[in-house]
């Protein structure tokens, strides 16, 4: 039905930069927002950057400043450029969209995550 799938995960230094993207497949009716979350070792999932399907952005306080959500609604993709890493930036990134299908209203999709570690 639906599918979402990330790349551009890896092993950056800090201060490093990684670029993140996320396309959905499938067979739906519309995507409403996308964004990211992250999960990191011991903790529950967050929210980091999402954006709605007219633009509108939201950003963790975290990575205000540092973090850039972007969006083709034309691909269904969604991209994160992440720049000035820290450490406690470490995570595993899964994307996130709101779907209406042809069956149902909008409902959340995950994509599988993406390993981002930021360490000397």
């Known amino acids: 039905q639906v599918q979402l799938v990330e790349s551009g995960g890896g092993l950056v230094q800090p201060g490093g930069s990684l670029g993140l993207s996320c396309a959905a497949s499938?067979?739906?009716?519309?995507?409403?927002?996308m964004g990211w979350y992250r999960q990191a070792p011991g903790k529950q999932r967050e929210l980091v950057a999402v954006m709605a399907s007219g633009g509108s952005t939201n950003y963790a306080d975290s990575v205000k400043g540092r973090f850039t959500i972007s969006r083709d609604n034309a691909k269904n993709t969604v991209y994160l450029q992440m720049n000035s890493l820290k450490p406690e930036d470490t995570a595993v990134y899964f994307c996130?969209?709101?779907?209406?299908?042809?069956?149902?209203?909008?409902?959340?999709?995950w994509g599988q995550g993406t390993q981002v570690t930021v360490s000397s």
């Open positions: 996130n969209a709101n779907i209406r299908t042809y069956t149902t209203y909008n409902q959340p999709y």
């Open positions: 499938g067979r739906f009716f519309a995507i409403n927002a």
